[in-house]
């Protein structure tokens, strides 16, 4: 059974930093990533990353945030600096298997950006 468990989120002053990370299992997945989504607004994309550490992200982030992967845990970080109100929104980790041909989320995790 595939699981994808986050952890780091919480309550950041602006101008801090925060990392995520996500702990996968149950499959081999070719990418991981993060994505988030505010309120009434669609899922966007924050950065994605390749088992051969290709990475892609968001011009909003870029700069800001690094996408990163530990390919023997499993695992994706999603490192956030210089983080702004704007950031506060819930940030979900995504993993596409190669073996199930399937996409997969986490439940999500709150980062909250606040003075």
């Known amino acids: 059974q595939v699981q994808l468990v986050e952890s780091g989120g919480g309550l950041v002053q602006p101008g801090g930093s925060l990392r995520l990370s996500c702990a996968a299992s149950?499959?081999?997945?070719?990418?991981m990533g993060w994505y988030r989504q505010a309120p009434g607004k669609q899922r966007e994309l924050v950065g994605t990353i390749t088992n051969g550490g290709n990475t892609n992200v968001a011009d909003s982030v870029k700069g800001r945030f690094t996408v990163s992967r530990d390919n023997a845990k499993n695992t994706v970080y999603l490192q956030m600096n210089s983080l702004k109100p704007e950031d506060t929104v819930v940030y979900y980790c995504?993993?596409?298997?190669?073996?199930?041909?399937?996409?997969?989320w986490g439940k999500g995790t709150l980062v909250t950006v606040s003075a």
């Open positions: 995504n993993a596409y298997s190669n073996v199930h041909r399937m996409n997969y």
């Open positions: 149950g499959s081999i997945f070719s990418i």
